[in-house]
């Protein structure tokens, strides 16, 4: 049975989620403020959903404080719904983002989909003399293992599986969410720009992922003989 730690300080919501997470088979963990959400995180929990604006400390503050240590999934559930406020929570960790008001059915799904992804194992391969290893979930540059959300693997792994092919927005937003997701350009960008920080690649002089410009992004790096 998954385990779902649910951050959430508004009551109401709190036991519509559980309500739905009980039904669908997982066990729900709850926490109705940040720092007793960060001491459950000894249970281990399998995805954790999170609130922003929590009564003792900021949901983004939350996220880059479980990225230290954890590349579990993170979906965060809030109202704020302006683009700089969806940016700034994918830069601090997310995996995903749902604005309330929202459709319990489809969280379920987004939870079980996330899931999914995150369980999923690929084939070890290395890049540029292997300077770049990918190897289950995890990927590591120059020997030391980099911390990646369960979404910029995703994106990374498309991205290396069709070396100097241009993928275009759209189509990473459906090999990371899935073909039905309603994503943004600019949730895309957020992604790859946090990725290209992390693999320590240049904007003007790319080694791993470059810009097409008007056309999407592109893997630069060079594929190891197996």
Known sequence: MKKILLIEDEKNIADVVIMYLKKEGYEALYAQTGSDGLNMMSSSPDLIILDLMLPDMDGEDIAVRIRENSDIPI??????????????????????????????????????????????????????????????????????????????????????????????????????????????????????????RKLGDDNKNPVFIKTVYAEGYCFTGVRDAD
């Open 75 to 196: 979906i965060m559930l809030t109202a704020k719904s302006y683009e700089k406020d969806i940016l700034k929570g994918f830069k601090s960790g997310a995996d995903d983002y749902v604005i309330k008001p929202f459709s319990p059915r489809e969280f379920m799904a987004r939870i079980g989909s996330l899931l999914r992804r995150s369980g999923n194992k690929s084939s070890t391969a290395s890049y540029n003399n292997g300077a770049l290893v990918i190897d289950m979930q995890t990927a590591s540059l120059n020997g030391t293992v980099l911390t990646l959300t369960h979404t910029e693997f995703r994106i990374l792994s498309a991205l290396t599986e069709h070396p100097g092919r241009v993928l275009s927005r759209e189509q990473l937003l459906s090999r990371v969410q899935g073909y039905d997701f309603e994503g943004s350009d600019r949730a895309v960008d957020a992604h790859v720009k946090n990725l290209r």
